[in-house]
């Protein structure tokens, strides 16, 4: 991946680089004023079923550890983790996948 396509995120542990090409651009972090709006609850969790794959699939491609729904533009509360070995973490402790969503209180 060229050069011009990473953008550094200072960190505590290290530096890591994160692909910021098209079809990632759209992805907010940290400190974005988006990530403070309110979610909703989600009415039906079968409706959602869809974004939540859509969410796992972009987790694991970028090789993170959690994503926010409210981080890809989607208002619902829904958060999925899974926590992996990587090159830059390679003796962290693996974390099985949890896609988290929050119903409507009834």
């Not at 550094?8 to 090409?21: E, F, R």
């Not at 994503?67 to 090159?87: D, N, Y």
Request: proline letters at 7%.
């Amino acid at each position: 991946m060229p050069e011009s396509k990473l953008k550094v995120i200072n960190t505590t542990k290290s530096d890591i680089q994160l692909p910021t090409d098209d079809a990632h651009s759209q992805i907010v972090t940290v400190g974005a004023p988006a990530l403070r709006r309110s979610c909703i609850p989600v009415e039906d969790v079968q409706s959602v079923s869809s974004d939540c794959e859509k969410m796992v699939n972009l987790l694991r491609e970028l090789k993170g550890a959690g994503l926010a729904a409210s981080q890809i533009g989607l208002k619902e509360r829904i958060i999925v983790v899974e926590v992996r070995k990587t090159e830059l973490f390679p003796d962290r402790p693996e974390s099985p996948l949890y896609v988290m969503i929050k119903e409507r209180n009834y």
